[in-house]
């Protein structure tokens, strides 16, 4: 009954951003941002399908070669998203090691990279058995504000300024299949990998009539459920979850209003807080939210939680000041409607 979504920052305030968001009972997860990630286990490393990196900055991109190594040789395919430029510098990564042995690798890795622009995508392969080159041409289509798009969840992509563009990212579970565990006991069901199948069929809008194959034990004999009576039994449906990653952007109106946008009415809202009101001349020159700044567009978009990240180091002895201004800007009272000058 319990969430699709576990999200979790993998590093403490100071250090770099990523959000591991591991899927509940599946091998699978998402990564926002790719910093040093040192600490994630391996394990975790390799549920990763999709990365989504907001900048190239080396605070959000230096942990790649890890992802990279753990994957090398694996019968993988890992996506990766990131904002203008990417191609570039992901090719740039690559190129900096000897590839002469991969053509003859038993397993097949693959890394699918998307670079987004306001207006289009451009899509590319690298084979780890061609030495990671480009396979084929750049493929182009039209980006319409969805960086991932599956039957049960997709991600949305808004571009910010940070000085350089950078992308904010909002993940969107569709709506939420909960298993009622007494009514699978009375139906002498036994919860496994079956409902995970039976979740992809209720998302993907199969036929109610599909008959769904229930095994048991090896000595037991298979059962026969049609999907739709399966799921008037044994299933609910409640709201989805949502949550946002936002970080390394200028506290400007255009910025604030369009964070606010993506981040509407989201259950968690991960923020960055680099700097405190005080300095906001530097956060300014830096291209930073304050945690002013980040509490009150936690407030403004509604969001159910929020969590803070990425402090500025000048903050180490007092980490608390930026969580007290943030709560101070999140629980304000007043009108909401134009909260941004
Ligand atoms: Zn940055
Ligand atoms: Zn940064």
């Not at 968690?268 to 530097?282: G, K, P, Y």
């Amino acid at each position: 009954m319990g969430p699709t979504f576990l999200p979790r920052l993998v590093n403490g305030p100071f250090d770099d951003p990523a959000l591991f968001v591991p899927f509940r009972h599946q091998h699978r997860a998402l990564l926002f941002d790719l910093g040093d990630i040192a600490t994630l286990p391996s394990r975790d490393v390799l549920k990763i399908s999709h990365i989504f990196v907001t900048h190239t900055h080396m605070d959000h991109f230096a942990g790649f070669d890890r992802v990279l190594r753990l994957m090398l040789g694996r019968d993988k395919e890992l996506f990766l998203v990131g904002p203008q430029g990417f191609l570039t510098n992901l090719a740039g990564k690559l190129a900096g090691y000897c590839w002469n042995l991969v053509e003859n690798y038993a397993h097949r890795f693959v890394l699918h990279a998307t670079e987004l622009h306001p207006d289009r995508a451009l899509t590319c392969r690298y084979p780890c058995r061609k030495g990671f080159r480009p396979d084929g041409e750049i493929i182009e289509t039209p980006f319409t504000g969805m960086a991932l798009n599956e039957p049960n969840l997709r991600v949305d992509a808004v571009h910010l300024d940070h000085g350089t563009p950078v992308l904010g990212f909002a993940l969107h579970e569709r709506f939420h299949i909960n298993i009622l565990n007494v009514a699978l006991a009375r139906l002498g069901l036994k919860p496994g990998a079956w409902l995970n199948h039976l979740k992809e069929m209720i998302y993907a809008g199969t036929d109610p009539k599909t008959p769904v194959e229930i095994s048991g034990s090896p000595d037991e004999k298979p059962r026969i459920f049609p999907l739709g009576e399966l799921e008037a039994a044994i299933v609910r449906i409640s709201a989805g979850q949502h949550l946002a990653y936002i970080t390394d952007s200028a506290g400007s109106p255009e910025n604030m209003r369009k964070i606010i946008a993506i981040a509407e009415g989201v259950d968690q809202l991960f923020i960055e807080a680099a700097f405190s009101d005080h300095h906001q001349a530097v956060a300014r020159q830096k291209h930073h939210l304050t945690a002013r700044q980040a509490g009150m567009i936690a407030r403004a978009c509604r969001a159910k939680q929020y969590h803070l990240f990425h402090f500025s180091p000048r903050y180490r002895e007092h980490p608390d000041l930026l969580e007290v201004e943030a709560r101070a800007a999140f629980t304000a009272k007043g009108a909401l409607d134009r909260p941004f000058p």
